[in-house]
Structures are given as structure tokens and as C-alpha cells.
Nanobody, 125 residues
Framework: QVQLVESGGGLVQAGGSLRLSCAASGRTFSNLAMGWFRQAPGKERDFVATINWSGVTTYYADFVKGRFTISRGNAKNAVCLQMNSLKLEDTAVYYC??????????????????WGQGTQVTVSS
């Protein structure tokens, strides 16, 4: 059974940083891309970032470019999201997901087959 567990969320002031981690277990994902999505209250779940199976290629939503960095561990079953220069509008539940594909270019929710439970990130003024 696939399990994704996120950690690292919390409360941070605007301009601060947080690092989210996601550990995947139950099967190997070394040949699949992984990604992060977020969902703010009352809004749809949005794509944030993806990283391909090898960890070489990344893709970001425009609203996080230059501020967030996605990376994955050597074992390829873990993914992190370093979030810098956080803004109030970054407040959301952040979800880790495993893609159905090896490429980082697939960013729709339906392109991802396994999801974590989410971790809350709250940015305060």
C-alpha cells in the first residue's frame, strides 16, 4: 500500500522560510516524477512544483518561481520543497504527490496517482 507522509509545515512570518518534506513508502517511485500542490481555503488545489524521476528536471508554477525549490533524495522516494520569501498568499495546505509519469512536465491533478494527507503552512504578517 502506497503511503506519502508530509512534514515541515507550520506558522511563519511573511518573508520567512519553511522546508517541507515528503517520504513515500510501500513501493518504489524511482522511475516516477513527484510534485507538490497546495490548496487554500475555499479554493481549488493548485500545482506548485514537480521534479522528474532522476531529480534533474524541475518545473514550477509562476507564482513560486525564484522562491521555492523542489528536490528529491538519493533514494528517489523522498521529495522536499524549500520555500523562501514566503508571502501571505502562500498560506495553504500543501500536498505531496507521485506522478503517473517519469517526466516533470505533467502538472495536472489527474496526472498524479498517489497523494499525501497534506501539511498546513500558515504565513502571518
Amino acid at each position: 500500500q502506497v503511503q506519502l507522509v508530509e512534514s515541515g509545515g507550520g506558522l511563519v512570518q511573511a518573508g520567512g522560510s519553511l522546508r517541507l518534506s515528503c517520504a513515500a513508502s510501500g513501493r518504489t517511485f524511482s522511475n516516477l516524477a513527484m510534485g507538490w500542490f497546495r490548496q487554500a481555503p475555499g479554493k481549488e488545489r493548485d500545482f506548485v512544483a514537480t521534479i522528474n524521476w532522476s531529480g534533474v528536471t524541475t518545473y514550477y508554477a509562476d507564482f513560486v518561481k525564484g522562491r521555492f525549490t523542489i528536490s528529491r533524495g538519493n533514494a528517489k522516494n523522498a521529495v522536499c520543497l524549500q520555500m523562501n520569501s514566503l508571502k501571505l498568499e502562500d498560506t495553504a495546505v500543501y500536498y505531496c504527490a507521485v506522478s503517473k509519469y517519469g517526466s516533470a512536465w505533467y502538472t495536472r491533478i489527474t496526472d498524479f496517482g498517489s497523494w499525501g494527507q497534506g501539511t498546513q503552512v500558515t504565513v502571518s504578517s
